[in-house]
């Protein structure tokens, strides 16, 4: 397996003291009411402690002693007591929240950078609200404006395309802003991806250096997923400059979208309408898994008969009959980026917006 790394660069325990607290002798234990919930004051009572000691403890640890934060926290557990930060949060203009924007979170790519994102921000005790667009720009811009209406500390989304109205409306929230998975030269704010169009550039020229003469673009165009677009410029220009007598060969899976099913329909219609291809350049690993299926109910051979490569990476990919050629992209390592800048961002609001290119890494396997 040949591994090629595309790399880029980077653009512009507790601590404190501890007050000294008087624990009373421990209260009769406080139940929950049928019809309410614990309060402060009972679980100060409960704690034998004051209720700003409460407070305290559970906001501030190090701003009380040992034994008054012991003796809150028994208090807490022995109370089921919630705390209830509408208040504090109020009083700070936080949340305590952060909003990602996702096209959807069935595809594993966009879990791993959940995953990675929601690791940096549960360690600063930031909750992570999730929002889908299904790549709709309009969607978009009503999740976002939901969200905005929750105040988050932060928002990261996937991409760098947007409506007018989104971008205005991000830009008057003068909160921190992350855009993810995309490449652009006038970003929202920070920006944390790779360029998808080198990424496909990548890969035309590796076909092209392996001895494939007629390969085919297999996508889905018809949607707004401008990386997707992206992909395919990088395809095009690369093989116009480096096979200027061949013709541009582009297929669309239009309303089937993205699919395993999609991607042997992308086959069919090269072998129908592009009998001469020698390699599906597939814009999805799951259009690369699909084509490959096709091929082998076909009876065709991968890749003696037609080569196939993907893009993404997932897991299955590797596993494949025979495993794919693909373009690894760094996922986990995209969330927490953002997870992390969203966090420099909150704690000095004049540090300066970021941009981020993490690469992509072509992978070479037995399908091309």
Known sequence: MDVRSHRAHEEPGRTGSRV????APAQPRVTRRNTGTVTLDEVAALAGVSPSTVSRAIRSPDQVSVAAYEAVMRAVDETNYVPNRAASNLASNRSGTVAAVMPAMTYSVFADTVHG?????????IQLFLGTTGYDELREEQVLRAFLGRRPDGIVLVGATHTRDTRELLQRSRIPIVETWDWSDDPIDSLVGFSNGAAFASIAEYVVEAGYRHPTFA??????????????????DTIARLLPDEPIRILDTGARGISVEAGGWLLEQALEQH??????????????????????SRGMRVPADIAVTGFGDFEMSRYLPPPLTTIQTPNDSIGRRAGELILERIADPSTAPVSLDLGFTLVVRESA
């Open 20 to 23: 000294t607290d008087t624990v």
């Open 117 to 125: 994102l929601e690791a940096v921000l549960s360690e600063a005790g």
């Open 219 to 236: 996508g889905w165009l018809t949607g707004a997923d401008s990386r997707a677009h992206a992909r395919r410029d990088g395809f095009r």
């Open 275 to 296: 009998p001469e291809t020698d390699v599906l350049v597939c814009a999805s690993d799951i259009f690369a898994t699909g084509a490959i299926l096709a091929a082998h």
